[in-house]
């Protein structure tokens, strides 16, 4: 404000009292302006437009993009797989826990099986299934199969008990329960409250006993099923992709419709934001439940997550793979090994 007015004063006075040309009065303001310290501004503007036009091309090109897939209804299984097309051999997932290492083939068929056998089991384009387990290549190739049928995934929060996931469950509407072996106690405490047409899939070491009665072991089964791509949905950008929800804190948690075209935006804004290339790793140690953890990168980029099991000591890992990105917590990003 006080350097404002006096700019003003001086403009006035130099214009009307001294009767000055308008490009001496524009010197002076200018050195007046560099006088009070409006340097700084100057030297911070040098030192940043070149990153301030980078975001500005990523956000045109993404806008770009969005509008392009939304005009041809493109969805995330379509982009998925044309990176299958261009780069199947390519290692697409490997989880830290087992270092098992997926090719985006791989990751395809199992995917393509996770469909297939929803369809055979009745289910169909808009119905919800509830995905509930920890982090694991499988996680994504369930989700993805899902969504390759239309199916929409509600992505349950693993730290959720009793009342919370009884919630989550109920109001999702899901037909179906996808459970890792590891929540089959979260599950048993809730199993009487649900509703008894709810379907259960265990996925990861079997244990009939530790499991609700009539649950059934999803491994074999996704063996079995077709490996055949499925026919397209009559789905298109603006369609829901899957549900995730809030953690709860200040009340029941609270699902969030992601629709195909949020999820690509948001994942394509930090892929071209952080200049991600296709022989980069990306080590999420996010949940994968979480709209961060799920981000890094999506399945149709050829660079490679790396999901491990949620928040462990990223200092043990940094320095262990070759041009890495680590998303850390709330998405610290860092570079290292180049």
């Not at 006035?12 to 310290?37: D, H, I, N, R």
């Not at 340097?39 to 806008?63: A, C, E, N, P, S």
């Not at 384009?125 to 989700?143: P, T, Y």
Request: hydrophobic share 40%; net charge positive; charged share 20%.
């Amino acid at each position: 404000m006080l350097l404002g007015a006096s700019l003003l004063g001086v403009l006035l006075f130099s214009w009307l009292v001294l009767k000055l040309p308008w490009t001496q009065v524009g010197l002076s303001l200018f050195f007046l302006y560099l006088g009070s310290g409006g340097w700084r501004f100057i030297r911070i503007f040098i030192k940043t437009v070149r990153r301030d036009i980078f975001g500005g091309t990523v956000l045109l090109r993404v806008k770009a993009k969005v509008r392009r897939y939304l005009r041809e209804r493109r969805t995330v299984p379509i982009l998925f797989a044309a990176t299958v097309q261009r780069h199947p051999d390519k290692t697409a997932l490997i989880f830290e826990g087992t270092d098992t290492h997926w090719t985006f083939r791989q990751l395809d068929n199992y995917s393509n099986s996770m469909a297939n056998f929803l369809q055979a089991q009745g289910l169909a384009s808009g119905d919800v299934v509830a995905l509930f387990m920890e982090n694991r290549n499988e996680f994504v190739g369930l989700w993805l199969g899902m969504a390759k049928l239309g199916v929409e995934a509600a992505l349950i929060n693993t730290n959720l008990r009793r009342d919370a996931l009884l919630h989550c469950l109920t109001s999702s509407q899901a037909r179906a329960l996808v459970f890792g072996s590891e929540m089959a106690p979260a599950v048993l405490e809730i199993h009487a409250n649900l509703n008894p047409s709810l379907n259960f899939f265990c996925s990861g070491p079997w244990e009939p006993s530790t499991v609700p009665a009539g649950t059934k072991h999803l491994d074999p089964l996704l063996e079995d099923a077709p490996k055949h791509q499925p026919s397209r949905p009559n789905k298109g950008f603006v369609d829901k992709l899957f549900y995730i929800y809030t953690s709860g804190t200040t009340g029941l948690p609270k699902a969030a419709i992601v629709v195909h075209s949020r999820y690509y935006r948001m994942a394509a804004l930090v892929y071209y934001g952080f200049r991600m290339r296709p022989d980069d790793i990306v080590y999420d140690c996010l949940p994968l439940y979480h709209s961060a953890g799920s981000l890094g990168p999506p399945p149709w980029y050829p660079a490679t997550p790396e999901p491990s099991e949620p928040y462990p000591s990223w200092q043990a890992i940094c320095c262990s793979r070759n041009r890495t990105s680590f998303g850390v917590k709330s998405g610290f990003k860092s570079r290292c090994g180049h």
